[in-house]
């Protein structure tokens, strides 16, 4: 191989390998906001259900009382 033939196969390589790392980089970008959400999800839950602790540990207080 002479040099003109390498380096045009080191620039094509570079190109696909450019638009590979970009494409990843779009899908990291969606699997973080999807992360994100999930855990959005999860404090909601945990808020909830401290919620409906409270809720029948005041329950519980009022029937004692």
């Given at each position: 191989?002479?040099?003109?033939?390498?380096?045009?196969?080191?620039?094509?390589?570079?190109?696909?390998?450019?638009?590979?790392?970009?494409?990843?980089?779009?899908?990291?970008?969606?699997?973080?906001?999807?992360?994100?959400?999930?855990?959005?999800?999860?404090?909601?839950?945990?808020?909830?259900?401290?919620?409906?602790e409270e809720a029948a540990e005041t329950e519980v207080s009022v029937v004692e009382e």
């Amino acid at each position: 191989m002479n040099t003109e033939t390498l380096k045009t196969n080191f620039n094509n390589q570079l190109k696909e390998t450019e638009g590979q790392v970009a494409k990843l980089k779009g899908e990291l970008e969606k699997l973080e906001e999807y992360k994100l959400k999930l855990q959005g999800g999860l404090e909601t839950l945990e808020l909830l259900s401290s919620q409906e602790e409270e809720a029948a540990e005041t329950e519980v207080s009022v029937v004692e009382e």
